[in-house]
């Protein structure tokens, strides 16, 4: 079976760095508050522009601040739903709200029709959450059903981060619509297992030349077809590690003849192609870790920043978002200074549309995720 490799000269990380990186995670996780609806307190207006500002100069965000990518006009709110924040079986609702205008082609909007905003939902359950060991969280992100054909969640999954160990592993399961009636709905043809893993101690130890599993490990599943995915460091060179990886891809059953073919004529056409995507991805995948390792060093004390802030706004919810209290207050805005992520704008313009879809959260409430992919139906 064909196997395309490629070799990546990244920026070396700062190990301390990343670990206190890490550790500000979690310290600013624990400084969150949420107000008597169960929203989370964000820092006044003037306090994000700071930070978000801060972010960028760091390479936690895009590096032009008009970058689309950064920024798409819409509402984030998380709210807690139940128990006790970061406390096993506490859970979470993370809701995106977007202009249809900015997830569909222009002329998918016919002539007089309103534009309607799409959503993204992401029910979130504490599943472990110990000092010195494990913490895990499960899943389920949902989709406007409009468009994506389901009305519970299309993506499920864990996160776990083993912190003895150092390795922080993804599982996920995402689920794709019926094909005009051709297979039966829950259907193992119409759906897609993945498993990543991150092994921390061991990136570092393979940047030192010991030997090690593989740090970075992929693992992708589908009943006609199998993917695994290794990215290993070399030792430092001038400030950098070569960095190896390559892609094992592999049909099943009676898919091995076509998949062979298929992924050989794709590499083929990659290789020839006068665009070289490849080349291009790898270039801005190196820009971007280059930034991101040149900031480094400075975000455990913006971590540091971030977590004051969240608490201040915790003690104090003195955020504004619009008129304050009586006439011409907001009456989905609920006790003043309670802002959804993102603001001013963003609390008038999505509180009404996150309500609309409250009656639909939760879905990871009364039920286990099922993230096993070997698990037969």
Do not use: C, K, N
Not at 167 to 175: A, E, I, K, M, W
């Amino acid at each position: 079976m064909p196997r395309p490799r490629h070799t990546l000269d990244l920026d070396v990380l700062d190990r301390e760095a990343l670990l206190d990186a890490i550790d500000g995670v979690y310290r600013a996780l624990a400084a969150a508050r949420f107000d008597v609806r169960g929203r989370l307190l964000v820092p006044d207006e003037a306090e994000l522009e700071r930070l978000e500002e801060r972010a960028r100069e760091l390479g936690l965000s895009a590096s032009d601040p008009h970058d689309a990518r950064e920024e798409v006009p819409g509402t984030r709110t998380l709210e807690l739903l139940s128990g006790e924040h970061l406390v096993p079986g506490a859970r979470y609702l993370y809701t995106e709200t977007v202009p249809e205008s900015e997830i569909a082609e222009p002329d998918e909007v016919g002539e007089g029709e309103e534009e309607v905003d799409g959503w993204v939902g992401t029910d979130l359950a504490v599943v472990s959450w110990e000092t010195d060991g494990l913490r895990a969280f499960d899943f389920a992100m949902r989709d406007d059903p409009a468009r994506s054909g389901f009305e519970e969640a299309t993506t499920t999954g864990r996160v776990e981060h083993d912190l003895p160990a150092g390795t922080l592993t993804v599982r996920s399961r995402t689920r794709f619509p019926t094909p005009g009636g051709l297979l039966r709905e829950g259907s193992r043809m119409l759906r897609v297992d993945v498993e990543v893993t991150i092994d921390l101690p061991g990136w570092f130890a393979a940047a030192a030349g010991e030997r090690a599993l593989e740090p970075i490990r992929l693992e992708v599943s589908h009943p006609l077809v199998g993917v695994s995915g290794r990215a290993v460091p070399g030792a430092e060179r001038e400030g950098r590690w070569p960095v190896e990886a390559w892609l094992d891809v592999r049909g099943r059953g009676l898919a091995r003849p076509l998949v062979a073919v298929t992924t050989w004529a794709m590499l083929r056409s990659l290789r020839r192609s006068p665009d070289r995507p490849v080349q291009e991805w790898t270039e801005r995948m190196r820009r971007e870790w280059a930034r991101i390792a040149r900031g480094l060093p400075g975000v455990p004390a913006f971590l540091d920043e971030v977590t004051a802030a969240l608490a201040r706004a915790g003690e104090t919810g003195s955020v504004t978002v619009g008129p304050s209290a009586g006439e011409g207050a907001d009456p989905h805005l609920g006790e003043p200074g309670v802002a959804p992520l993102g603001g001013e704008q963003a609390a008038h313009d999505g509180a009404e549309e996150t309500d609309r879809h409250r009656d639909q959260r939760g879905v990871l409430q009364g039920e286990d995720v099922d993230v096993d992919p070997d698990r037969q139906e």
